[in-house]
């Protein structure tokens, strides 16, 4: 930036390995005062590390951290907190049965002071809410909030303590476009009050709107800094992805008869996920269609829908032309529904068991892998071996506890169980969360390989550009509702922001009545 | 320092944890003995004698060890589904009064079928006793370990209740016992004139029949899935609730045949003294034997080995028998302890 810049935070050289993974090779970085840096890069090129040795939690085996001039100790978890280094975390880390206020001042005050001086961090907030535009009540439970909304509470317990430097973790995964330009005014209104911001984002566009420099991360290695001036987001990506980046080849496939539908499917509420409201959707031959939303709009309740996990409380699944009469996951998986699951370590695979063991997981009770109640452990055996051989899954060998396998590798395994019973129908639910550009360039390539051969692809995702890219139509969820069906290139990504923020959907008495 | 977990545990470091807590159990018990005024290997050498040392003290040690296979059969099977069953106590009274209720004469059929229909009756009394905590948990949520441990408690009170009552034995001189077994409805014994009974075959095939069903089976397969990971169960389609109450009438099966085998190959009858607590060792001899079926069997022949060495040893050695109970808690103790220095690796940073 000018000349006379300040330095608020700068890491240098700094190198962490993990046994045979370098996960930092000398990586730099530094931000001025007034400045707002972007950390580029994408899922496991080393941005979460070292975000983690900065705040001291991994002890960097070279380099060193200093803020404001002064050189941090390794290791020590405070020091960065204590220098007035806050980040705000992806995964937000707030009491929700906390009132907003509650939540800020949590760990500020002294426990062993009699007056919590209530009223006078109330008005703090309110100044601080009010001078950064981050609208929201003092008082409200974070419960009630919205995702949005937390954020926002987020940002105001480390501007609450007197924060220098700000690091904000992928804030936008959670927000629509809207959401986006609001949280983009705040920060500039930080930086105009000095602070510093370090950015980390896989977002091109974000970055070049908000940052003013660039860090590129690949693979652990820096793979360059530019001023975003001086760039565009073609030249960002070659640096990221190590080559420029190809969309994925989307030539059209045959349209055929609808294979699964939904007809105003209501969900129950459990309390536990948000409900879909009288949602209808057709999932037709050789076409994939995307489902865009902020998350936690009923996601969830759509993928465990057509899942067969959950049954509709009202509406059918209607399966071919047939309504669905039983729906439960075993019937889902024979009706030839081939199941993704959104969390790969949670509900796709079992840690402890072996590849094999998770490869026959939803169909071990069919004629392929046993009979009269004893297993065929010879040709489950044969079916992991053709699935790593297939589907490329990296691995010691079929008797591995899936655990020790990479993500990349558990989602292959994932895919070829699904994929070798040529399923019909396809739900991908956040098939390429946190993988590496190969392993989503893959799985890319085999959910249009399965369109082209015919198969009917239902593709959730919260990252709109891959829904953008990959599908045919998309819709939107937000709220439990689901928006009409767009084509391809019908919408910009603002427009379908608007409607991801609850907008142009009819207002829900119709339903009430 | 913090503690890591080591991915990928060579064979010598899983089987290394039962030989470190033995070891360590060992010196702990010679420093007791020290303690008590003797002579430490003294003690250990009388204890291993008493337990192995002549056929008669082995078929004892045997003997012993029959209701604890069972009982911790019962534990493993239900800990491998996460299945917290601490009620294997009343299901083995379950086993040994559906003995005593048919094995008493009423039966009329003829001698070769009693036998094996009182074997069925009390599995499916031990299995009835544990699917009531089984279907309160699948049903509405209720702890099953809240439930199968207070079952116990009201169980033998029921048994109480019935030896004092309708199923006093007449000729017994006021004393809470039930009837004596028929002839036909006994145990026999493996060898004539040894005590060791039939029960001990029943229960080494049982580890088996147990072993094979964990491994080759679908069933142990979904009980191990559930156990490992329920929502990912649930998810392939797995029905996890079904699963549970299968591993508890399977759980509540073997802990009945405990209490069959006590009655009908040792005692004859049933008292209230039947189980000095075989449900609730059977957890210990579940754990120290990692919930393996055949790691059972050497688990409760050990746990059975010091009880009866102990004994004694004490009659010897003027050592109280309590060092028999030490022994017990320490290894399981150390068990535990060997198994996380064993799988964990400590990072200085």
């Not at chain 1, 992806?90 to 005050?109: C, K, R, W, Y």
């Not at chain 2, 470190?20 to 003690?43: E, R």
């Not at chain 2, 022949?301 to 004994?311: P, R, S």
């Amino acid at each position: 930036m000018t000349k006379d810049a300040v330095e608020a935070l700068s890491l240098n050289n700094i190198t962490k390995r993990f046994g045979e993974l370098t996960a930092n090779d000398a990586v730099s970085l530094s931000v001025n005062v007034g400045e707002v840096v972007a950390l580029l890069g994408e899922n496991g090129a080393g941005k979460t590390t070292l975000m983690n040795v900065l705040f001291g939690l991994y002890t960097a085996d070279s380099g060193t951290v200093r803020v404001f001039s002064e050189t941090l100790p390794p290791g020590n978890s405070r020091a960065a907190l204590d220098a007035g280094v806050g980040m705000v975390h992806q995964h937000f880390t707030l009491a929700d049965n906390l009132t907003v206020q509650e939540n800020i001042t949590l760990g500020v005050h002294s426990l062993m002071k009699l007056s919590l001086g209530r009223a006078a961090a109330k008005a703090r907030i309110t100044a601080l809410s009010k001078k950064f535009h981050l609208a929201v009540s003092p008082d409200a439970r974070v419960g009630t909030l919205s995702v949005g909304e937390r954020q926002r509470v987020e940002i105001l317990k480390a501007l609450y303590r007197d924060v220098r430097v700000l690091i904000l973790d992928e804030p936008t995964a959670v927000l629509t476009p809207q959401e986006t330009d609001d949280l983009f005014a705040t920060l500039r209104l930080a930086i105009k009050e000095g602070l510093s911001i370090i950015f980390i984002s896989h977002k091109l566009h974000e970055v070049m709107a908000i940052a003013d420099r660039v860090v590129v991360l690949r693979h652990g290695k820096m793979a360059g800094g530019v001023d975003t001036k001086d760039t565009d987001k073609n030249a960002l990506a070659a640096m990221m992805m190590g080559t420029e980046a190809t969309p994925p080849d989307v030539s059209p496939a045959k349209l055929g008869a609808p294979l699964l539908a939904l007809r105003n499917v209501t969900t129950p509420d459990s309390g536990s996920i948000p409900i879909l409201k009288s949602v209808s959707l057709e999932l037709k031959a050789g076409q994939i269609v995307g489902l865009a939303g902020v998350s936690g709009n009923g996601q969830a309740a759509m993928a465990d829908v057509v899942g067969g996990v959950l049954n509709p409380r009202d509406g059918h699944v209607v399966l071919g032309t047939e309504i669905v009469q039983k729906w439960t996951p075993r019937i889902a998986v024979q009706s030839g529904i081939a199941r993704i699951p959104e969390d790969r370590h949670k509900t796709g695979t079992i840690a402890d068991f072996d590849l094999v063991e998770n490869a026959i997981l939803e169909r071990y009770s069919s004629k392929d892998f046993s009979k009269g109640g004893w297993l065929n452990w010879h040709k489950s055996r044969a079916f992991a071996d053709r699935i790593i051989d297939k589907y490329d899954v990296r691995c010691p060998g079929s008797d591995t506890p899936i655990r020790l396998l990479s993500g990349g590798n558990m989602q292959k395994l994932i895919l070829g169980r699904v994929l070798e019973a040529n399923p019909q129908i396809i739900l991908a639910n956040q098939p390429v969360r946190g993988l590496d550009i190969g392993a989503v360039n893959y799985v890319h390539s085999q959910l249009l390989a399965a369109r082209k051969r015919g198969a009917a692809v239902l593709l959730i995702s919260e990252d709109l550009d891959e829904v953008m890219a990959l599908s045919d139509v998309i819709h939107v969820i937000s709220n439990g509702r689901l928006s009409p069906e767009f084509k391809r290139g019908e919408m910009t990504p603002a427009q379908l922001g608007l409607w991801m923020a609850g907008q142009g959907f009819q207002t829900d008495t119709a339903h009430a009545s | 320092m913090r503690l890591e977990p080591i991915k990928n545990p060579t064979l010598a470091r899983k089987l290394a944890p039962p030989m470190i807590a033995l070891f360590a159990t060992i010196v702990i018990a010679s420093l007791l003995a020290m303690v008590a005024g003797a002579n430490p290997f003294t003690v250990i050498g009388l204890i291993l004698k008493g337990a192995f040392g002549s056929t008669f003290a082995t078929l004892e040690t045997l003997n012993r060890a029959t209701p604890l296979i069972f009982t911790g059969l019962a534990v493993s099977v239900a800990f491998r589904a996460k299945f917290w069953n601490i009620g294997a106590e009343a299901q083995l009274y379950a086993g040994a009064l559906m003995t005593v209720l048919l094995g008493t004469g009423v039966l009329p059929w003829p001698s070769f079928a009693i036998l094996p229909v009182i074997i069925i009756a009390a599995i499916l009394a031990g299995a009835v006793v544990l699917l009531v905590p089984a279907l309160m948990k699948t049903r509405f949520g209720v702890d099953e370990v809240v439930t199968t441990l207070l079952f116990n408690f009201i169980f033998l009170l029921f048994i109480s209740m019935l030896l004092e009552g309708v199923l006093k034995d007449p000729m017994g001189m006021g004393w809470p016992k039930s009837a004596r077994l028929i002839p036909e409805a006994r145990l026999p014994r493996i060898v004539d004139g040894l005590r060791l009974h039939w029960g001990f075959g029943l229960a080494i095939f049982s580890a088996i029949c147990i072993w094979i069903i964990q491994t080759r089976s679908t069933l142990g397969y979904e009980m191990r899935a559930v156990g490992l990971n329920k929502e990912a169960a649930a998810f392939a389609g797995i029905p996890v609730n079904v699963v549970i109450v299968k591993t508890a009438l399977l759980s509540g099966g073997l802990a009945a045949l405990a209490g069959f085998s006590e009655v009908a190959g040792l005692k004859g009858s049933l008292t209230l003294d039947l189980s000095p607590g075989f449900g609730y060792t059977g957890i210990i001899v579940a754990m120290l034997a990692l919930l393996n079926p055949l790691g059972v069997v050497v688990a409760a022949l050990f746990v059975a080995g010091i009880f009866v060495g102990a004994d004694s040893m004490s009659r010897a050695a003027d050592v109280p028998t309590y060092l028999a109970d030490i022994m017990l808690a320490t290894a399981l103790l150390l068990m535990v302890l060997a198994i996380m220095l064993t799988r964990f690796r400590v990072v200085r940073e």
